[in-house]
């Protein structure tokens, strides 16, 4: 039987980590050990994801073959050596967070209508919504199945993860209140929804690497705090993106009616252009969700994109940013440490 592809996963290829992340001392064995980890949980993954089924293996597989840069197990595999390491228990409940990370984007595209993700059409585009909504479920079971090989901690940890991405998308959905914030409203948001997974990916390579108890809390903190910055970064990049590159078309989200921070600060500004501009984003959206071309939202978008509220979001991004190195004072000096704030460093190159 032929062994399932995997797409690889040296970290030289991954969102430039190799450059950025490991250039302390000590790097080139801690990379060559992190490397290892990867390519473990790359096989696990394949592993994972293969079918009989012709139909589950196709769909299951789809946005795994289509990329990523595997940022949630290389945090796993940094935190592990704070412990023993990337023992099997560790490359197994990476693989699971994985596989949940991996659920929830066929999820998202249905809720959001995204039209693609990473780089190819998006699943329901393929197959539509309600096989994507199906494989996403799938893919959470198998994670749950990872999960429960490791006992009641690991269980616990993926269900109370599970749990914040479910209740982010569902705040997400209906949005800020009467009486919420909206920004307060929108960082509660991306915490659940982003900030999570990323806490939880940070703090099982310490866990299931026997680490000591001490910096669990600190990788939880520094894993929250990296997600929000990590999203609000992705709000600047998206009004400009390069489709080439992202494989997604600038302000998908704006275009979908989801807010996004540069949007919200530019609510709040009180003056007569940016009420003004609001308006013209807000109509926008309104003629796109009655059938509209969302080219409309063309040159109110990239007047959104030179406004001085994506300049407030790309510095909120960097006080959560420090926020997160900070939350690292508990750990060890040394390569972990230092590679976990050059990661945190490096989300804020992404936008420069």
Known sequence: ??????????????????????????????????????????????????????????????????????VRPMLTMLSAQLGDGAIPAVIDAATALELTHLGSLYHDDV??????????????????????ILTGDLLFSRASQIMARLGERAMALQADTFERLVLGQMHETVGAQPGDDPIEFYIQVLADKTGSLIAASAQAGAIFANADEAYREPLRVYGEKVGVAFQLLDDVIDLSADPAETGKVPGTDLRAGVPTMPYLLLAEDGGADARSLTERIDEGVDRIAAGEDPAILDEPLAALRDHEATARTRELALTWTREAIEALAPLPRGGVREALTRFAESLVDRSS
């Open 111 to 132: 809720m959001d209508g995204a039209d693609r993700r990473r780089g190819v059409a998006s699943a329901h585009q393929v197959w539509g919504n309600s096989i994507a």
């Open 1 to 70: 039987m032929a062994k399932p592809s995997i797409p690889g996963s040296r970290i030289a290829s991954r969102f430039g980590l190799s450059e950025r992340v490991f250039a302390g001392p000590g790097a080139k064995k801690l990379i060559a050990t992190i490397e290892d980890g990867l390519e473990a949980v790359e096989r696990q993954l394949a592993e994972e994801l293969r079918s009989t089924d012709r139909l589950v293996d196709a769909t299951s597989r789809y946005l795994y073959e289509a990329g990523g840069k595997r």
